[in-house]
């Protein structure tokens, strides 16, 4: 094996390492503990929003009239180590040949804290905004519509940091194999969001996961359908 390829291995070993680390951490973790992602995520959804929120010790950062929470399943660590994985070993893989800098993997996970933040603000201020909606007007219920909402912003989100990346690279072979690289994302989604909890026995819960896990499934699929139309949209425009 040659030094370069002992990097790759390497840096993949680390950057699995961190993501289990901080996976590992927030599995324990309570409120308490996440202000590190939750203080700056409420911080903009004040100045978004305009609504002060306050801390309340052991239950997280509560409007005025304390009808809204922010608690520790609103602090998308699961999204910042999806985030950080796709950054990191896209770029690992991307740069295979001349090995990737190990300072582009303090960036990488710089980003993607940092894009967790405005994930964060995004999703809360449109949960804050939905709630003007009357419940149960629809086909779904107000649980479920949170639920829709917080799938398509993290998910959205993630796609368009595989995108920035650089994976899908430019030239005419690369752009071909570019529907198949949609899998990277996908399943590191599909892994943390779904795969760790069934193997700690989230399945346990019954109708509850399955529920979850249906909507963690297809919403994704969907909102890849239009990228993957933009995506043989180019490649026409390109090859004409």
């Known amino acids: 094996m040659t030094g370069k390829n002992w990097k790759t291995l390497l840096q993949v070993l680390l950057v699995i390492l961190l993501a289990a680390g901080v996976k590992y951490q927030y599995s324990s973790a309570n409120v308490d503990h996440l202000g590190w992602v939750?203080?700056?995520?409420?911080?903009?959804?004040?100045?978004?929003?305009?609504?002060?929120?306050?801390?309340?010790?052991?239950?997280?950062?509560?409007?005025?009239?304390?009808?809204?929470?922010?608690?520790?399943s609103c602090s998308g660590v699961n999204f910042l180590v999806t985030a950080f994985l796709v950054l990191s070993i896209g770029a690992i893989w991307r740069k295979r040949e001349e090995g990737a800098s190990w300072r582009s993997l303090i960036l990488y996970a710089a980003l993607a804290y940092a894009t967790t933040i405005v994930a964060n603000t995004v999703r809360i201020s449109t949960a804050?905004?939905?709630?003007?909606?009357?419940?149960?007007?629809?086909?779904?219920?107000?649980?479920?519509?949170?639920?829709?909402?917080?799938?398509?912003?993290?998910?959205?989100?993630?796609?368009?940091?595989?995108?920035?990346?650089?994976?899908?690279?430019?030239?005419?072979?690369?752009?071909?194999?570019?529907?198949?690289?949609?899998?990277?994302?996908?399943?590191?989604y599909y892994s943390m969001t779904l795969g760790i909890p069934f193997a700690n026995g989230a399945y346990l819960q019954g109708f509850i996961f399955w529920e979850h896990a249906a909507f963690v499934v297809i919403t994704p699929l969907l909102m890849i359908l239009p990228f993957l139309a933009a995506r043989r949209l180019t490649t026409k425009i390109f090859a004409w």
């Open 38 to 72: 939750l203080a700056p995520s409420t911080w903009a959804v004040e100045a978004v929003t305009g609504i002060d929120f306050y801390y309340e010790n052991h239950s997280g950062y509560l409007n005025p009239d304390r009808t809204f929470l922010i608690a520790a």
């Open 128 to 188: 804050l905004r939905l709630r003007e909606v009357p419940a149960e007007t629809g086909l779904f219920s107000d649980a479920q519509v949170h639920r829709l909402e917080g799938i398509a912003v993290y998910f959205g989100f993630l796609l368009l940091l595989f995108w920035l990346s650089g994976i899908g690279e430019s030239s005419d072979r690369n752009r071909s194999r570019s529907h198949g690289r949609l899998a990277i994302p996908l399943l590191l």
